[in-house]
């Protein structure tokens, strides 16, 4: 590491930090694996030689992994909100982290197979529920209620149905 980053974001696992990292790196744009550090000693969850730490890049946001062992679980406080361009992009990373041993949660929510949290938020959705237009807005955000992953056309025709009314 030649200059750290003056925020890094810290990312508990239970030995598969490697793991969730170079799986980030392969799904999301601007990712990378930056450095893998091995453990100098034993620790508590592992030994000497055990991966500890990697640094990485998710999105262009610095992260480390931890491998920090079973006893911190990873919960909905913290997410990653991944802003999408189209019902192909949405559709690209909802079923990377679903279909990789994730799981499907509520309003554009899934949570990946280490347990970590991701929005993944079509800019339409966005613009929508933040419409000028305040029925039009809680139509698309009722819309959205009803949503696991989140479908562009049908936040998009609950915008308009006033108009076509």
């Not at 930090?17 to 980030?24: H, I, K, T």
């Not at 601007?30 to 055990?50: E, F």
């Not at 913290?78 to 999408?84: D, G, L, P």
């Not at 899934?110 to 237009?133: F, R, Y």
Request: proline content about 4%.
């Amino acid at each position: 590491m030649t200059k750290p980053a003056k925020n890094t974001i810290c990312l508990w696992y239970d030995g598969d930090a490697e793991e969730a990292a170079r799986f980030y790196a392969e799904t999301f744009p601007d990712s990378s694996v930056d450095a893998v550090h091995l453990a100098p000693g034993d620790y508590p969850s592992g030994k000497k030689g055990d991966v500890l730490t990697v640094e990485f890049t998710v999105m262009g946001i610095p992260c480390l992994g931890l491998n920090g062992g079973p006893e911190v679980k990873h919960n909905w406080a913290f997410s990653f909100q991944v802003a999408t361009v189209d019902q192909d992009e949405t559709d690209r990373y909802w079923n990377a982290i679903v279909g990789n041993g994730g799981e499907e949660n509520v309003c554009g929510w899934c949570q990946d197979k280490w347990g970590v949290s991701w929005q993944i938020t079509p800019i339409a959705l966005t613009k929508a529920i933040t419409d000028t237009d305040t029925a039009a807005a809680k139509r698309a955000f009722d819309a959205m209620m009803q949503m696991k992953k989140i479908d562009i056309a049908a936040i998009e025709a609950a915008l308009k149905e006033s108009i076509d009314n």
